[in-house]
């Protein structure tokens, strides 16, 4: 009798435009249910959504730890960050772990939902589920505040997402180069097709993309600061 062979993921697939189409429907959804919540029952669906979104992670590190690795079970990769700090977003409200949830999930985690760095079997194997989860979760989360609850980034959370982004670099790349892994891939690419395929070869690609994300996160701060100053400028006119 043959056995069954599980189907790989595979990037750009049915099970990937499945997902895109999840992603979508959530994010709309999460937008239109913040925008008609009280303050009461959004702190309640938000810590609702944290403890969620925590015990996803958690159900993850423990997994990795079945054996435990070198290269697959420290929580290094910038996605363990996100994740627990998205949790704590969401339950907290907290301005600076919106920041670090905004800049991250609007930016890095969607590399997930363009070229997906993932290499396991297809849907529904664990791996793949977990995967998305934790990606889509940070994603939501970084929607749901800055859309369904109206939270804002300010140049202040500009400079706390480049600070911490730097340390978290330095650190791990420290701990790749001592134990020879790759999280973060800050020392080398990913074996998967991914963005950093066009940034140039290793470390150019860190520079090229360390510009990028500066670039990108001052822009998604500008347009609200701007109308933040409109807006205070209007309020003094009014009371003038």
């Known amino acids: 009798m043959e056995l069954s062979v599980e189907r790989e993921f595979s990037a750009y697939g049915p099970s990937y435009w499945a997902v895109i189409v999840l992603f979508a429907i959530g994010s709309a959804l999460l937008v239109w249910i913040g925008r008609r919540q009280t303050e009461s029952q959004a702190r309640r669906f938000g810590r609702i959504l944290g403890v ?5 992670y958690g ?23 996100a994740t627990a700090t998205a949790a704590y977003a969401l339950w907290s409200q907290r301005h600076w772990a919106f920041a ?12 997930a939902l363009i070229s997906p760095a993932l290499t396991s079997p297809d849907f529904p194997h664990y791996e793949f589920l977990a995967f998305w989860a934790i990606h889509l979760l940070v994603v939501w989360a970084a929607i749901y505040l800055t859309w369904g609850r109206r939270m804002r980034p300010q140049w202040r959370s500009y400079r706390i997402a480049v600070l911490v982004t730097v340390d978290w670099a330095a650190v791990t790349f420290t701990f790749n ?6 999280y973060g891939f800050l020392n080398r690419k990913p074996a998967t097709a991914s963005l950093l395929d066009v940034l140039g070869p290793w470390p150019v690609y860190l520079l090229t993309a360390s510009t990028l994300i500066l670039l990108v996160w001052a822009l998604m701060t500008w347009p609200w600061e701007r109308a ?13």
Request: hydrophobic residues 40%; without cysteine; proline residues 5%.
């Open 52 to 56: 969620l979104t925590a015990a996803i």
């Open 59 to 81: 159900s993850v590190l423990v997994y990795g730890l079945i054996p435990p690795t070198l290269g697959g079970s420290v929580p290094l990769r910038l996605t363990d960050l």
């Open 100 to 111: 670090l949830t905004y800049y991250w999930g609007l930016v890095l985690s969607t590399q």
């Open 177 to 182: 180069s001592i134990a020879g892994t790759n």
């Open 228 to 240: 933040a100053g409109i807006r205070n400028t209007d309020k003094g006119k009014g009371d003038a």
